[in-house]
């Protein structure tokens, strides 16, 4: 049974940082990109970065661009993103998804499989 399970969400204020973690067990992590999703109250869910299976090619949407950070560690099947500079636009609920696609792609419908979300808060 494959299982991506979040960590590292919460309360920040607006300037902090916080560094989300996801843990997949159930699958060969190193066969799969990875992208990260986050959802606001009462928006759609959206693209906010993912990695290639290699970790060699990594995406942004604009709007976190040179704030956030992806990375992976395929021997700890552990995906992370490192958020600096956070906003209250980024408060929303993050999820981590993973696909097998041939290439990385952005497209939701695509993952396979996704997390169960977390958390993150930022106050002004």
């Known amino acids: 049974q494959v299982q991506l399970v979040e960590s590292g969400g919460g309360l920040v204020q607006a300037g902090g940082s916080l560094r989300l973690s996801c843990a997949a067990s159930?699958?060969?992590?190193?066969?799969?990109?990875l992208g990260w999703f986050r959802q606001a109250p009462g928006k759609e869910r959206e693209f906010v970065a993912g990695?290639?299976?290699?970790?060699?090619?990594?995406a942004y949407a604009d709007s976190v661009k040179g704030r956030f950070t992806v990375s992976r560690d395929n021997g700890k099947s552990t995906v992370f993103l490192q958020m600096n500079s956070l906003q209250p636009e980024d408060t929303a609920v993050y999820y981590c998804?993973?696909?097998?696609?041939?290439?990385?792609?952005?497209?939701?419908?695509?993952?396979?499989?996704w997390g169960q979300g977390t958390q993150v808060t930022v106050s002004s």
């Open positions: 998804a993973a696909h097998r696609g041939i290439q990385f792609v952005r497209r939701q419908d695509e993952y396979n499989y």
């Open positions: 990695v290639s299976r290699s970790g060699g090619y990594t």
């Open positions: 159930g699958l060969i992590f190193s066969t799969n990109h």
